[in-house]
């Protein structure tokens, strides 16, 4: 066998290897779902033997999962959108407009502060804040509190992504009669569209994943999210391990599903400035 074939061949393995190793937590997560509780004691086994989905009836059924996942779906739907609106349009008029004194780097130095703080430095302030406004175990406070955190977030990613567009092309626009923001809707946000989609699915994954601040602003679920409503599962004498594994695969087809949406946008995004 020729050497470039074999190189071939390997990388092939490699590939093949890899792919295995990423996919068999989920598949077992899958597996661990449809067995019954006496199965998943009983012995590894990468097949349910008798599939059921008991697990999943009882996870919405007796553990109210459905508000743990609705709540997790408005939270970061209504979070991020605000966020990626607010975040880009200051975004952009730090990548365009010089401001006087520094205050443009100071800005961006400070919105990256935001984002590095641990969020356990937060908790408290924020936890008294909305306590004094009443929003403690609300839709409304995550919303505030996660649309706040994403939006010096998104402001940090997309100045960058607005700076490797070049001015001449909005200013073409702007001679052709538009206006500012309209040049921005119709010329800008275009160019920048895999920029906002890779800085959306970080945003969302963040948000959607964050366990600390949900658990310590909601106290029901009338609130809660999946990461928390996830954690009740776990017992004082006993784990749930078939509703926690039923839980784990639905929680993550939101993800799932909102990445393949923006898939093409997001690689992009990721590749976007690095060749000029």
């Given at each position: 066998?020729?050497r470039p074939?074999?190189?071939?061949?390997?990388?092939?393995?490699?590939?093949?290897?890899?792919?295995?190793?990423?996919?068999?937590?989920?598949?077992?997560?899958?597996?661990?779902?449809?067995?019954?509780?006496?199965?998943?004691?009983?012995?590894?086994?990468?097949?349910?033997?008798?599939?059921?989905?008991e697990n999943?009836?009882?996870?919405?059924?007796?553990?109210?999962?459905?508000?743990?996942?609705?709540?997790?779906?408005?939270?970061?739907?209504?979070?991020?959108?605000?966020?990626?609106?607010?975040?880009?349009?200051?975004?952009?008029?730090?990548?365009?407009?010089?401001?006087?004194?520094?205050?443009?780097?100071?800005?961006?130095?400070?919105?990256?502060?935001?984002?590095?703080?641990?969020?356990?430095?937060?908790?408290?302030?924020?936890?008294?804040?909305?306590?004094?406004?009443?929003?403690?175990?609300?839709?409304?406070?995550?919303?505030?509190?996660?649309?706040?955190?994403?939006?010096?977030?998104?402001?940090?990613?997309?100045?960058?992504?607005?700076?490797?567009?070049?001015?001449?092309?909005?200013?073409?626009?702007?001679?052709?009669?538009?206006?500012?923001?309209?040049?921005?809707?119709?010329?800008?946000?275009?160019?920048?569209?895999?920029?906002?989609?890779?800085?959306?699915?970080?945003?969302?994954?963040?948000?959607?994943?964050?366990?600390?601040?949900a658990l310590?602003?909601?106290?029901?679920?009338?609130?809660?999210?999946?990461?928390?409503?996830?954690?009740?599962?776990?017992?004082?004498?006993?784990?749930?391990?078939?509703?926690?594994?039923?839980?784990?695969?639905?929680?993550?087809?939101?993800?799932?599903?909102?990445?393949?949406?923006?898939?093409?946008?997001?690689?992009?995004?990721?590749?976007?400035?690095?060749?000029?």
């Amino acid at each position: 066998m020729s050497r470039p074939r074999m190189l071939s061949g390997g990388r092939y393995v490699a590939l093949a290897l890899a792919l295995l190793l990423t996919l068999f937590p989920f598949w077992w997560l899958l597996v661990t779902s449809l067995k019954r509780p006496v199965d998943i004691f009983a012995g590894v086994s990468l097949v349910p033997q008798q599939p059921t989905g008991e697990n999943y009836d009882r996870l919405f059924s007796a553990y109210h999962f459905g508000s743990f996942l609705t709540n997790s779906l408005i939270v970061v739907t209504v979070a991020v959108a605000a966020s990626l609106v607010l975040g880009t349009l200051a975004a952009y008029a730090l990548a365009r407009y010089r401001l006087p004194f520094g205050l443009g780097e100071q800005a961006l130095v400070g919105s990256l502060l935001v984002r590095t703080l641990p969020a356990i430095l937060l908790v408290i302030p924020l936890y008294l804040t909305l306590a004094e406004t009443n929003l403690l175990n609300t839709r409304l406070g995550l919303i505030i509190v996660y649309g706040g955190l994403n939006t010096s977030f998104v402001i940090w990613m997309m100045q960058s992504f607005f700076g490797e567009i070049p001015r001449d092309i909005e200013e073409a626009a702007m001679v052709d009669g538009d206006s500012r923001l309209r040049a921005l809707r119709r010329v800008v946000l275009p160019l920048a569209a895999p920029g906002i989609a890779a800085t959306a699915i970080f945003s969302v994954i963040t948000t959607y994943n964050d366990f600390l601040i949900a658990l310590t602003l909601t106290s029901t679920p009338d609130a809660q999210t999946v990461p928390v409503g996830v954690s009740t599962l776990i017992g004082k004498i006993q784990i749930e391990w078939g509703p926690m594994a039923a839980a784990g695969v639905i929680g993550a087809l939101p993800i799932m599903v909102f990445a393949i949406i923006v898939q093409r946008h997001f690689v992009r995004g990721l590749t976007l400035g690095a060749v000029k």
